[in-house]
Every structure is written in structure tokens, then in C-alpha cells.
């Protein structure tokens, strides 16, 4: 079992930064994959960021390419989505996941943490 906390959610205005922070208990997380999802009411659950457990891997979903930013840090136990330039659109309550490889459905990741909200007002 793997338990995932986040955290760093909040309010900002459009072009503004936030740092999510993910913190993993449980098994090993360096043997994980770890995954960033959003969703927003009525819409699936969409994977925005992912990271391989080696950090040799990343994948983006094109609309944050260039803005966000996921990286690792295992001996924290730690995954972080360093989000700049903040677009309105991007509000959303944001989940970190935990999979066995790097994977952009929500199937591919059997642990969730339980989501932090991040708005950005225009």
C-alpha cells in the first residue's frame, strides 16, 4: 500500500506560479511511477504530467508543455508539479497517483492521493 499526501494547492491570479508537493508513505516510492491528474466537475480525469521512477521519463499533455515542470526527488519521497504561467483554464483539483510505469490513463495507477484544489482567477 502506498498513502500519497498533497499538497501546495491555493488560489492565484493568471500568470502566476504554484508547487504542488506530493509526499509518498507506504512501499518503496522510488519503485513507482508517479503521475499528476486534474479534473474538473463533469469532465474525466486528465493526466497532465508523469514522471518514471528512474526520472529518465517525463510526458506533458500539450496544453501545460512549457509551463509545468514534474520532477522527483526519492529520497524525499517526493514528487512535485512546478506550474508557471497560470492560465484560468488551468483550475482544477489536482491529483498526484502512484503506477508501476509511466502512463497517461488513470488506469494505469493504483494509488491516489486525495486531490488539492488549485484556482486561477483571471
Known amino acids: 500500500q502506498v498513502r500519497l499526501v498533497e499538497s501546495g494547492g491555493g488560489s492565484v491570479q493568471a500568470g502566476g506560479s504554484l508547487r504542488l508537493s506530493c509526499v509518498a508513505s507506504?512501499?518503496?516510492?522510488?519503485?513507482?511511477?508517479m503521475g499528476w491528474f486534474r479534473q474538473v466537475p463533469g469532465k474525466e480525469r486528465e493526466c497532465v504530467a508523469s514522471?518514471?521512477?528512474?526520472?529518465?521519463?517525463?510526458y506533458y499533455v500539450d496544453s501545460v508543455k512549457g509551463r509545468f515542470t514534474i520532477s522527483r526527488d526519492n529520497a524525499k519521497n517526493t514528487v512535485y508539479p512546478q506550474m508557471n504561467s497560470l492560465k484560468p483554464e488551468d483550475t482544477a483539483v489536482y491529483y498526484c497517483?502512484?503506477?508501476?510505469?509511466?502512463?497517461?490513463?488513470?488506469?494505469?495507477?493504483?494509488?491516489w492521493g486525495q486531490g488539492t484544489q488549485v484556482t486561477v482567477s483571471s
Open positions: 497517483a502512484a503506477g508501476d510505469d509511466i502512463a497517461v490513463s488513470p488506469q494505469g495507477y493504483a494509488y
Open positions: 507506504g512501499r518503496t516510492f522510488s519503485n513507482y511511477a
Open positions: 514522471i518514471s521512477w528512474s526520472n529518465a521519463s517525463t
